[in-house]
C-alpha cells in the first residue's frame, strides 16, 4: 500500500511539474521592455521612414516601448507628431517628453505602452551641448523612467544623481531604459550600479547599427527600495538599418510584492498515525518547504524531492511530513521563496515568506474516540455552507470529510481553488485535516481531470479507499457519474462503468481483510446512494456493489446526491446496515453530520441550518 500512495503522490507532483514547465515565461509579472533611439526615424540609408520603426515595435510585441531622438510637429519632420504617429500604427499608448524647442517644434524622449499611464511627468537634465530630459511615466505597479543623456561626461554623473533622487520619491518597481552614452565600465554606469540593477547584457554592443562596436544604450531596474527585477530573455535586435542604433528588447521579471506570494493558506490532507500532508497555493512560481516540530522554536525544515530533483518553480505546494509519532502534536509553517528566473546555470529570487505558525495532532490508533463533521451537496454555495458550519463550529472535531458535489462544475482552477480554500479556510483546514470525496458534479467541466492537483487522495493513488480512525474503519467509494457513459452529453469521454467494476473487487479484498475485520465499528460513504425513495432507474453502483455490500457490516452508510434528507433503518429497501442521506443545496434542505465515537458507543447527529437535530442515532 506505501509504494501504492507514494506512486500516486510521484504522479501527481509530475503532472503538476508538466502544467507548470507548459508557461509562457511572460505570463506571471513579467513586461517586455523594448528600447530604442530612433534617430527620428532616420535609417542608415539617410532615408527617414515611421513606419519602418513601427514595424520594429510591432514585430516584438512589446509592453513598454522607451523610445530616443523624437521630433514633434518640427520642419525636418514636415510637422508631423511623430510619437503620436508612431502611437497610431501601434495602438499603443503616447507619453512624450521635450528636451529642447527645434525648427518649430520639439525634440525630446517618449514612452508608448500597450496599457493606459497613470500619469506622466518630465524633468530637465544637465546637457551642455543641449538640454536633455527624463521622463517619468507611472503604471499601476511600475514606474518607467526614460532618457538620453548628455555627451559629456560631467553632465551623465550629474544626471545620475538627479535621477536617483527622483527614483527616492517611488514606491513602486522602476525601470530605466535609454541611450546613457556611456561604455559599461564609465564611472558613469558604475555610479549608475550602486542601487540599479542592470537588466541589459552590456557585452552586447548597440552602436552603431551597421557594425556595432559599442554598447551605449542600457536597460536597469531601481533597486534601492527592495524591489527585484530579473532578466529572462534579452535581445539586442539585428536591426542594422532603420536607425543608427540597434533596439534592445527584454522580459523583465518583476518581483512580486511579499504580500502577493501566497494564494491560499496552508491546507492538511492525507492524515495518518505517522503522517501528514500540508499544501498551499502561491501567485507565482516559487521553492517552497515546511519548517515543522514538537516546539514552535526549533523546526526543521523538510522539502520534496523527485530522483534528486526538488520540486520547485510551481504555484501549487505539496510537502508530505513522514516518520511523525501518532498522537503527537506538531507545529508547523509553510514557506514559499519566488522564482523570478529559472535556467539551467542561473537562478533568482524574490521574498521569502512564511505563514504564521499553525498545529495539528497525529492521528493515535490506541485513541478510540474522535469527532468528524460530514457536509454534502453544497454546490459552491458559501453563504448556506457558512450558516451549516455554524451549527457545529464549536464541537471538536478532528476531521472533515467533504461527501461530494460541494465543488460544483470544475470549469477552472480559479472555481476549484476558491472552494476548496473557502471550505478549508472556514473549518480551520490549516490545522484539521480535511477529506474531499468526488461526487458526480467534481467529475465535470474543463478542470475536473486536474482537481487532485490541489487535493491529495486518502484512498491513495484512487479516490476510493479505506483508513482507520482509531479502531473504526471508514471505507469511501467514488460512484462517478450518474448517467450512463454512452449518454450524449459526456461525448465518449467516459468509462465509470470499468471504474465501479475496479472499486467491485477493491470491497471484495476489503471486506475480508484485517483492518476490517478487527475494527469496532465501520463506516462506508460514497455520494450516490443505492438504496433510497428518490432512486432513478440507472443505479450501476448497486448493481455491482449490492451483493458485496450485502456480506459486510456497516454501522452506517453515508450518502448524499438526491437534495432530500432521508434516514433508511436497516432491511427497508434491502440494506444491510443504516442508510443517511444528506440534504441539500438549499437553506431549507441542506443538513451537517456529525459522527462522534466515545469509548464503545458511536453515535451520529444530523443538523439543519437552524441547528435543529432532525437525527440522533446510536451505531
Known amino acids: 500500500m506505501k509504494k501504492i500512495i507514494l506512486l500516486s503522490i510521484l504522479a501527481s507532483f509530475f503532472h503538476i511539474l508538466s502544467a507548470q514547465q507548459d508557461k509562457s515565461a511572460r505570463e506571471k509579472n513579467t513586461l517586455r521592455v523594448l528600447s530604442y533611439n530612433i534617430r527620428n526615424a532616420k535609417g542608415m540609408d539617410n532615408v527617414t521612414n515611421y513606419e519602418r520603426i513601427a514595424n520594429v515595435i510591432e514585430s516584438t510585441s512589446p509592453d513598454i516601448v522607451m523610445l530616443q531622438e523624437i521630433d ?23 507619453a512624450y517628453a521635450p528636451a529642447i524647442s527645434y525648427q518649430g517644434g520639439k525634440y525630446g524622449i517618449g514612452v508608448l505602452s500597450k496599457k493606459r499611464p497613470l500619469s506622466w511627468s518630465s524633468l530637465p537634465l544637465p546637457g551642455r551641448e543641449e538640454a536633455r530630459a527624463l521622463l517619468i511615466v507611472e503604471y499601476n505597479n511600475y514606474i518607467i523612467f526614460c532618457t538620453h543623456l548628455s555627451l559629456t561626461k560631467e553632465d551623465r554623473l550629474a ?15 522602476i525601470i530605466l531604459a535609454g541611450d546613457l ?14 542601487t540599479w540593477k542592470l537588466l541589459s547584457n552590456t557585452k552586447i554592443p548597440t552602436f552603431p547599427s551597421n557594425e556595432p562596436k559599442e554598447t551605449i544604450d542600457y536597460i536597469a531596474g531601481y533597486t534601492g527600495k527592495g524591489s527585484g527585477y530579473s532578466t529572462v530573455k534579452f535581445h539586442v535586435l539585428n536591426e542594422p538599418m532603420a536607425s543608427d542604433h540597434r533596439p534592445l528588447l527584454a522580459d523583465i521579471r518583476l518581483k512580486t510584492d511579499a504580500a502577493k506570494v501566497m494564494r491560499t493558506e496552508p491546507y492538511l490532507q492525507n492524515p495518518s498515525t505517522n503522517g501528514m500532508t500540508v499544501m498551499w497555493l502561491t501567485n507565482v512560481p516559487c521553492r517552497s518547504w515546511v519548517e515543522y516540530g514538537t516546539d514552535s522554536t526549533n523546526m526543521r525544515r523538510v522539502r520534496t524531492f523527485i530522483e534528486g530533483e526538488m520540486i520547485a518553480n510551481n504555484e501549487i505546494n505539496r510537502i508530505r511530513l513522514e516518520g511523525l509519532s501518532p498522537g503527537t502534536k506538531y507545529y508547523y509553517r509553510a514557506v514559499s521563496q519566488e522564482i523570478t528566473l529559472y535556467e539551467p546555470y542561473k537562478k533568482e529570487f524574490g521574498d521569502t515568506i512564511r505563514t504564521p505558525i ?32 455554524a451549527q457545529v463550529k464549536d464541537s471538536g472535531y478532528e476531521l472533515v470529510i467533504f461527501n461530494g458535489d460541494c465543488i460544483a462544475d470544475v470549469q477552472s482552477e480559479s472555481i476549484a481553488v476558491k472552494s476548496i480554500s473557502h471550505y478549508c479556510k472556514t473549518v480551520g483546514g490549516n490545522n484539521t485535516p480535511t477529506i ?34 482509531g479502531d473504526t474503519r471508514f471505507v469511501l467509494l467514488d460512484c462517478g457519474e450518474d448517467k450512463r457513459d454512452d449518454h450524449w452529453v459526456y461525448y465518449d469521454m467516459n468509462d465509470f462503468t470499468q471504474y465501479r467494476q475496479d472499486q467491485a473487487e477493491y470491497l471484495k479484498e476489503e471486506i475480508v481483510s484485517n483492518e476490517f475485520k478487527a475494527a469496532s465499528k465501520r463506516i462506508l460513504i460514497h455520494h450516490i446512494p443505492i438504496y433510497g425513495r428518490n432512486q432513478s432507474s440507472y443505479n450501476p453502483c448497486k448493481d455491482l456493489w449490492e451483493g458485496i455490500l450485502s456480506k459486510a457490516s456497516f454501522n452506517i452508510s453515508l450518502n448524499a446526491h438526491t437534495h432530500k434528507f432521508e434516514y433508511i433503518p436497516k432491511g427497508k429497501y434491502g440494506n444491510n446496515y443504516p442508510v443517511m442521506i444528506g440534504g441539500g443545496p438549499s437553506e431549507q434542505g441542506a443538513t451537517v453530520s456529525i459522527l462522534q465515537k466515545k469509548g464503545n458507543k458511536l453515535t451520529m447527529k444530523v443538523l439543519n441550518t437552524s441547528g435543529e437535530t432532525i437525527l440522533n442515532l446510536d451505531l
Do not use: C
Open 72 to 94: 514633434s510637429v518640427t520642419e525636418r519632420s514636415n510637422k508631423i507628431d511623430v510619437l503620436n504617429k508612431l502611437a497610431n500604427i501601434t495602438k499603443m499608448y503616447p
Open 181 to 194: 552614452n556611456a561604455s559599461p565600465d564609465s564611472q558613469e554606469i558604475t555610479q549608475l550600479g550602486s
Open 159 to 173: 544626471s545620475i544623481k538627479i535621477i536617483e533622487e527622483q527614483a527616492k520619491l517611488y514606491n513602486k518597481p
Open 436 to 469: 474531499f470525496i468526488r461526487g458526480n458534479h467534481e467529475t465535470r467541466g474543463a478542470y475536473s481531470m486536474f482537481l487532485w492537483n490541489l487535493l491529495e487522495k486518502k484512498g491513495g493513488s484512487h479516490t476510493y479507499g479505506g483508513f482507520n480512525l
Open 358 to 389: 499553525s498545529s495539528f495532532t497525529t492521528w493515535d490508533d490506541s485513541k478510540k474516540d474522535f469527532t468528524v463533521l460530514v457536509f454534502n451537496d453544497i454546490h459552491d454555495n458559501y453563504a448556506l455552507f457558512d450558516k451549516l458550519y
